[in-house]
């Protein structure tokens, strides 16, 4: 519970404050349109739904506005960098921006369903009031022209007995307007399903574009002003005396002709700034890609597996973060994240790219067909993303679990763990470090493989064996692998790696890992981190809180849960 | 881009234009509009649409993801065979659906929703996708003992009797030697 607190707990409190703050807009917007006296008019002829329209319509500006800044990401960037005095946990918080995009979506996709059907209503009793449905009142309101010589002006938006509702809909900036646009918000909600956005996420990326064309819409949605509030004449209009005669109006001085005028459109100041901050976004990314990124070094790792070292000016990175690839050969609009694989001491950057989809296949085949030292085609860079994970240098011990495709930006940590304590950082506390890697097999990662024997190699030229202990964990095993295993029983390398820690088959016993390192540092703060499943976290979260010792004397285990 | 199948796209539209179209039909025939027959034939079409499109199709490549319960309308739709396969069909009956939508203001929203769904599904057709039944996987019985080695049906070659006696005299003529004696009368 507490751990759950400490992990979600500034996130739920941000959610809880931004649901207030839309059902203080709702209620506040509902409340002035049911009951403000300029309206009692127009509610003459709408009814609630008027207010039903325009509570709506007031969240729908305030989640408009907010939908485009968690997608900008080097804002977010520049806000995470300037936070680093803050808690890591603020910080954190900016790692959830699409998961607060979605929410923002879907609160914009329910609040259109409500305010469409709102007005739906509102055209439709417009009509009947002209028509003379609702009584002398209505009728008589809805006969009001736009006409300096008799001066009035008009309260019904529909002039004429002849429009239908949807050729009136058609016929106004804001009916058109809103037709458009929530037809460009449905086509985005589809198309941004889970199904269609794992499987093609082109589809997902182009048809998402059309947020150009709701934005447009929008910001004009309400110029037409035909939401009409009475306005102050001189003398004033009595409303409770004149409401029951319309017929005496502008005959006795307590009567004059009601006069109306529309509301002056607002939506465009709330969604102006963040759409001039978006477009900034774009802009620095455009810069950023134009920038140029030469290539030191490429090499074609086994099962198909592209390292790219390269090399970019001004360039600064921290451990465990990730870039965005972009290659105009392949595809013009495309960028595609990958986790780095080298550490921030280093004077490049390099990313290990597996082939998985059409366009890492299209940069494997290109880069293979290349002269030996050419130089790969042009890329453009955009990052680096993510929450840099420094923690893992505050700990005297570590445990690193890496499971799957999860042990990439482990490889950047070790990396640079080795480099600080090459170098003897004090920022590097840690004295000893527990790797744990699960795979199901070893294909795509024969290079981590490699890193760790070089690791190995060095460190027992400097009798520092203890220093990195590692265990691989081999889960997809059959029985050829079995058997392969018990005939090489006797050799000094493992069969699978060539490193000299043995491969371990199955799923780790954790309970017996915690029990050893325990044992083997007796007094000392471990810090765990995972990068892996959701179910993995969960186990590694109760084996810390078993394992650990409340006497500080003793060992204690912290679990980190992050998402690199 | 990648190989897409439209037809995940057009379903997912599909039953978005269905919900659409059958909410903008309640709102007409609860609030009496005018034209309320459109509307409550925008109802009975948005639910149709509904049924026919909760049964995601099997994919031609990569695993299928199946919506919550969707086994009993996939034996429904099943059932209909060519007629829910074809996607020209579907692209021409959704087409056909979405015309009524049109002369109501409150269903022209999930009209133009399914006109659209319509157009990718007919660019499905083209790409001659055609509609498969997710049906549950049936697991062939696990043979038990697989594992176990078969125990050989023949004894191993041995050589005849005479040559088993071991000959104290001449080891290395014996076929093997014996720790202990194996005839009864040595």
Redesign the interface.
């Known amino acids: 519970m507490v751990n759950w607190i400490i992990n979600h707990g500034l996130s739920a409190f941000i959610v809880a404050v931004w649901m207030a703050i839309n059902i203080f807009l709702f209620v506040h917007f509902y409340l002035f349109y049911d009951q403000g006296p300029q309206f009692e008019y127009t509610r003459e002829l709408l009814g609630s739904a008027l207010p039903w329209a325009r509570a709506p319509a007031a969240v729908l500006n305030f989640n408009c506005m907010l939908i485009l800044l968690p997608v900008c990401r080097n804002l977010l960037s520049l806000i995470r960098g300037s936070f680093m005095c803050c808690g890591r946990t603020v910080r954190k918080q900016l790692d959830k921006n699409l998961t607060f995009h979605k929410l923002v979506a879907y609160m914009i996709a329910l609040m259109t ?1 409500v305010h ?2 709102a007005h ?2 509102n ?2 009793w417009y ?1 009947n009031s002209l028509d003379g449905r609702y009584g002398p009142l209505a009728g008589n309101l809805s006969i009001l022209d736009d006409s300096p010589e008799l001066n009035t002006t008009y309260l019904n938006p529909i002039r004429s007995t002849s429009t ?3 050729v009136f ?1 058609f016929t106004t900036i804001a009916g058109l307007t809103g ?1 458009v646009i ?2 460009a918000l ?2 985005i ?3 941004s ?1 889970e ?2 956005r794992r ?5 997902f990326w182009y048809t998402h574009h059309l947020f150009i064309i709701f934005f447009a819409g929008l910001v004009f949605h309400g110029a037409g002003r035909i939401v009409r509030s009475q306005q102050e004449t001189d003398p004033p209009h009595n409303n409770e005396l004149c409401e029951d005669q319309p017929g005496i109006w502008g005959k006795i001085p307590e009567c004059p002709i009601p006069q109306f005028a529309g509301g002056f459109p607002q939506t465009w100041m709330w969604v102006i700034g963040p759409m001039i901050i978006y477009l900034c976004e774009r802009l620095l990314r455009f810069i950023r890609y134009m920038q140029p990124v030469s290539y030191r070094k490429i090499v074609i790792r086994p099962s198909k597996v592209l390292e790219l070292q390269l090399v970019k000016s001004g360039f600064k990175m921290e451990v465990g973060q990730y870039v965005f690839l972009n290659c105009p050969a392949i ?1 013009q609009l495309e960028w595609h994240p990958f986790t780095m694989t080298s550490a921030p001491e280093e004077d490049f950057f390099s990313v290990h790219i597996r082939s998985v ?2 366009w890492t296949e299209k940069l494997i085949s290109m880069v293979e067909k290349l002269p030996e030292g050419g130089q790969g085609p042009k890329m453009g860079v955009d990052g680096p993303f993510g929450t840099a994970s420094e923690d893992v240098f505050d700990y005297e011990v570590s445990m690193l679990v890496g499971a799957g495709i999860g042990v990439t930006p482990f490889a950047s940590i070790l990396k640079s763990i080795w480099y600080k304590f090459k170098d003897s950082n004090p920022k590097l506390r840690t004295k000893r470090i527990y790797f744990y890697w699960l795979c199901r097999e070893t294909h795509a990662f024969e290079w981590f493989a490699d890193l760790l024997q070089v690791h190995e190699k060095e460190m027992e030229e400097r009798g520092m064996r203890d220093f990195l202990t590692y265990k691989l964990y081999l889960t997809g095993w059959d ?1 050829s692998h079995a058997d392969h295993a018990m005939v090489h029983f006797d050799k000094d390398t493992d069969i699978i790696t060539g490193l000299k820690q043995k491969t371990h088959y199955g799923r780790p016993n954790w309970d017996r890992e915690f029990e050893q390192v325990r044992q083997d540092n007796p007094s000392s703060v471990v810090g765990t981190f995972l990068c892996g499943p959701q179910a993995l976290a969960e186990v590694l979260e109760k084996k810390c809180a078993k394992y650990s010792d409340v006497d500080p004397r003793r060992t204690k285990f912290y679990f980190n849960k992050e998402n690199f | ?5 439209w037809a ?2 057009a379903n ?2 599909a039953l ?2 269905g919900l ?1 179209y059958a ?2 039909g309640i ?2 025939v609860a ?1 009496q ?2 034209g309320w027959q459109f509307a409550a034939f925008g109802i009975a079409a948005g639910v149709f649409v509904c049924l026919l499109e909760y049964p ?1 199709s099997k ?1 031609a490549k ?1 695993t299928s ?1 199946e919506r919550t319960g969707q086994y009993c309308f996939t034996a429904c739709v099943k059932a209909f065979g060519p007629l829910t396969r074809n996607y020209y069909i579907r692209a021409f009956l959704h087409a056909a659906l979405c015309v009524p939508g ?5 269903t ?2 999930g009209s ?2 399914l006109a ?1 769904a319509s157009l990718i599904y007919l660019s499905a057709a083209i790409h001659g996708e055609h509609w498969e039944p997710i049906l549950p996987r049936t697991e062939p019985p696990k043979r038990v003992g697989e ?1 176990i080695k078969e125990p050989p049906q023949n004894p191993p070659p041995r050589p005849p009797p005479e040559l088993r006696r071991k000959k104290v005299d001449n080891l290395e003529t014996a076929a093997y030697d014996n720790p202990m004696s194996v005839t009864s009368n040595e």
Request: charged share 15%.
């Open positions: 369903a469409t059907v739906l209503l055209v439709e009509s239908t509702p949807t809909v037709v929530t037809l449905i086509l909600i589809t198309s399903m199904v269609i499987s093609y996420f082109e589809v595809s989809g059409d029985q | 881009m990648g190989k897409i199948e995940m796209w997912e539209q978005a234009a659409i909410t903008g709102v007409g609030g509009f005018r995601r994919r990569g993801v049109g002369f109501m203001l409150a022209v929203l133009v929703c659209i594992s």
